[in-house]
């Protein structure tokens, strides 16, 4: 079994998503663990979002990436910028570092629809991306 890390700056939204999906693309084939560099809650409009998708992330929690510290990792995958630039170190021995900055929903300032297309276009791009690297990384 692979260990995957996905950090993010508070483990509150597009880390959780991309938790969510992995855990059902990879199946079997790795445990995932989400982080923060600090920790916000699980973001509503992501928990909605993803229960769209038959998706339940309700019961993951927002961790602190120092949490893992004794875990080591197979992948660390940053995404967005700010976690990418202020990761701290992360001991783990051949962990393959991979960032992949996705646009961030809970930035988004506007009406009810606004704000579900900002979910919606950030949850597709997290599925698609860990479709494809459990196709890319895990399939052997």
């Not at 991306?129 to 895990?138: A, G, I």
Request: with cysteine.
């Amino acid at each position: 079994m692979k260990n995957i890390l996905v950090l993010c700056t508070g483990n509150s939204c597009r880390s959780q998503m991309a938790h969510g999906y992995l855990n059902e693309f990879a199946k079997q084939k790795a445990n995932i663990y989400s982080a923060g560099i600090e920790t916000h809650g699980i973001n509503p409009g992501a928990l909605a979002i993803m229960k769209e998708d038959q998706i339940d992330i309700s019961k993951h929690t927002s961790n602190h990436v120092d949490e893992y510290a004794d875990i080591d990792f197979d992948y660390i995958i940053t995404v967005c910028d700010h976690a990418n630039e202020n990761c701290p170190f992360i001991p783990s021995k051949n962990a393959l570092r991979i960032h992949h900055n996705f646009f961030d929903p809970s930035k988004v300032v506007g009406t009810e629809e606004e704000n579900h297309a900002a979910f919606l276009k950030a949850r597709n791009e997290i599925k698609a991306y860990f479709k494809t690297f459990v196709e890319d990384y895990l399939s052997s």
